[in-house]
Structures are given as C-alpha cells and as structure tokens.
C-alpha cells in the first residue's frame, strides 16, 4: 500500500499515465479536485458522495500502480 502511494505522491500525472495507464492520477490531481471552491464539497449535501468519489479515484490509482491491492488478486 505504502509503495503504491509513494509513487502517486512522487510521479508526474504524464508520466504515470503513460507507465500505468488512464486510471492513474497523483496526488496533485486528488489536491486539485479535493480543494476546488467551485463546489463547496465540505458544505453541501454532496459531500458523502464526492469524497467518495475521491476515494474511487484513489483506490483505482493504488491499483494500477501496484495490482496486488486489487481486490481481483486475491
């Protein structure tokens, strides 16, 4: 789990995209989305349903960047 956030953490979006595909987003990216203004994810009545959306795009992340966390490796 750790090496896998690692590498979302230290990878550029282009270069994690091209190593681990469309799924791969880092860090900067959940920042991005996570802090947006626009929706006020933290004062709305979607704020259940958009963190976990955050958390989706997290956990695909991890996956593809280390397919032992995928629940279809077990």
């Known amino acids: ?3 896998a956030l690692e590498i979302i953490y230290r ?5 994690g ?3 681990y595909g469309s799924r ?3 860090s900067a990216v959940l920042t991005i989305k996570h802090n947006d203004n626009t929706h006020c994810y ?6 259940f349903t958009a963190h976990f959306g955050f958390d989706l795009l997290l956990d695909y992340a991890l996956q593809v ?3 032992l966390l995928s629940p279809l490796a077990i």
Request: aromatic content about 18%.
């Open 1 to 3: 789990f750790f090496d």
């Open 11 to 15: 990878t550029d979006l282009e270069a």
């Open 17 to 19: 995209k091209q190593k």
């Open 24 to 26: 791969f987003v880092n």
């Open 42 to 47: 933290h004062n709305g009545r979607m704020f």
């Open 65 to 67: 960047c280390l397919p």
